[in-house]
């Protein structure tokens, strides 16, 4: 009796034991976390926070690759730095992320790393700029704007708006150079101006996409030029810090003003800025492409091949037409 007493106690304890270890884990042969490892593992290298638009951006991709929806991001914001971004995409690699996606600063220089991500098996998305690169085989898709375009759609208004022999004086604030929508933005431009042939750039200088140095360069500029008759602004963010330049030093601006503005992004305080007239046109430039980029790692996720490329639609606004409906519509 007292054996059959004592082989009981002995099964009960062990039987609890295992319970207890099933429902603690074990320290030494840890349990998987099952929602962790279910989870899609994304690196996210980010521009920075250098305007509006970038920020809006951010928050699209934040609000797309949530827990609640199945992802792990890593956020890396590279403060406008390629080797910063260089950086987080190697550390990406050896944390062994699902995909990559890259934001780039620039078009050049991306193919030693592109080639690292491709050895490891790693599918690279890039979203809003391109990149150049000698082997496409090294990305899997890209999506974002055909900023080319959006630089011909603000020549077809300037031809609209003045005679192709009109004597025209032009200053050109330009973006982060190397970049895709410097890049775009600039070549529309320059085939505007060489197909009408009273247009001048008399200056052309980069406030690299920030409200802070779109001011400190216009500043600059007013002092040197009297008469300006177009502001050819590559984003919002340094149309808005060139309105104040002018404000401070009395130059009007905008539909009433000396200085015709163009500006590109046509983000929600652009267009207000639209509406009141003091940006007479304000070319879209379309931030939201968290719902793009995951479209394309679900494609995958489900054995397809994504497209290569994909543009966004976009459009562009008027002072003379916008209306209040346009502005409440934009959510950025
Ligand atoms: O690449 C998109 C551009 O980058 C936007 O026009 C600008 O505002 C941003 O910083």
């Known amino acids: ?76 914001d590279a403060q406008q730095k390629q080797s910063n971004q260089i950086e987080a995409i190697r550390e990406f690699i050896s944390q062994k992320v699902n995909y990559i996606i890259l934001a780039p600063v620039m078009e050049e220089g991306w193919d030693p790393v592109l ?3 491709k050895d490891a098996g790693i599918p690279f998305v890039i979203v809003d700029r391109m990149i150049k690169t000698s082997d496409e085989s090294l990305y899997t898709s890209w999506v974002g704007s055909d900023f080319r375009k959006e630089g011909g759609t603000a020549m077809t208004w300037m031809e609209k708006n003045f005679a192709s022999d009109k004597d025209l004086v032009i200053v050109h604030l330009q973006g982060s150079r190397g970049s895709s929508a410097q890049i775009g933005r ?12 009273g247009w001048k750039i008399v200056v052309r200088d980069s406030g690299d996409f920030t409200q802070v140095k779109g001011k400190e360069v216009m500043a600059r500029i007013l002092k040197q030029y009297d008469k300006i008759d177009v502001l050819y602004c590559e984003n919002d963010n340094m149309a808005f810090g060139a309105m104040e330049a002018m ?86």
Not at 19 to 29: A, D, E, F, I, V
Not at 188 to 193: E, H, I, P, R
């Open 186 to 197: 600039t070549e529309g431009l320059q085939a505007g101006v060489s197909k009408n042939l």
């Open 115 to 117: 080639k690292e991500a």
């Open 1 to 76: 009796m007292k054996k059959i007493t004592v082989i009981v106690v002995v099964c009960l304890l062990f039987i609890a034991g295992a319970l207890y270890m099933r429902m603690s884990g074990n320290p030494s042969q840890s349990v998987p976390d099952q929602s962790a490892s279910d989870m899609i593992v994304v690196g996210f290298s980010q521009v920075g926070a250098e305007s509006d638009w970038r920020m809006a951006n951010t928050k699209s991709m934040r609000e797309t690759f949530t827990e609640a929806r199945g992802y792990k991001l890593l956020f890396r």
């Open 247 to 332: 404000d401070e030093v009395g130059r009007t601006y905008g539909v009433k003003g000396e200085v015709t503005i163009i500006s590109f992004d046509a983000t929600h305080k652009g267009l207000e800025e639209t509406l009141a007239g003091k940006i007479n046109y304000n070319v879209e430039c379309n931030p939201l492409h968290g719902p793009r980029v995951e479209q394309i790692i679900q494609l995958m996720e489900n054995g397809n091949t994504p497209s290569k490329f994909a543009y966004v639609d976009e459009k562009a606004f008027d002072a003379a037409s916008i209306t209040k409906e346009d502005i409440d519509a934009r959510s950025y």
